[in-house]
């Protein structure tokens, strides 16, 4: 029995040893394992913060582009602006010029209208003294054609109506009222 003590105390011995080193081999394991996992979360670690970096990198990198365009681009609104104000100048001094025109030329047409309006005025009164004396109404071709002339002194007319104011006085055989008329026509 002692040999059979013996050998199932070797037996356990190694069987005890085979378990201790199993168990020491596993430690190191889980260890080692741990080791591995904490270097493996470092470096993820890492490289997170890397790719983190480079991210901030890159969104610094894109906020100057932006910058750089946002500059350009109120650079590009400031000549526009110019530019708006330049028309704006220009479309207020044309409009201007052309109301200037307009006046202008309104003015002169109706200043035409009313030296037309004055002629056919003139006109009408030169021709009623004619008609007057066309009719042998003499006297009121005299009075029609005097009130012509004081009138219209500066007429055009105003030689022939004095001419016509002379036949009439002759027409009326009043000669000296006559002769006084036609000097008149040979004066102006």
Known sequence: MAKYHRILSAALLVAYSAAAHALFSDD???????????????QQRRLDQAASSESLLR????????????????????VLHS????????QKDL???????????????????Q?????????????????HFKANNYGAAIQALQSFLSTYPQSQLAPAAQYWI????????????AIAAQDKVVQT
């Open 28 to 42: 190191e394991a889980r260890k080692a394992v741990n080791e591995l996992r904490a270097r493996v979360d470092e």
């Open 59 to 78: 969104l610094a990198d894109a906020i100057d582009e932006l910058r750089r365009e946002i500059t350009e681009l109120r650079g590009q609104v400031e």
């Open 83 to 90: 530019r708006i104000d330049l028309l704006d100048k220009r």
């Open 95 to 113: 409009y201007v010029d052309l109301d200037n025109r307009l006046r202008k030329f309104e003015q002169a047409q109706a200043e035409r209208d």
């Open 115 to 131: 030296a037309a309006q004055a002629a056919a005025a003139e006109q009408q009164a030169y021709e009623a003294g004619l008609a």
């Open 166 to 177: 002379g036949n009439a006085y002759y027409a009326l055989r009043d000669y000296k009222a």
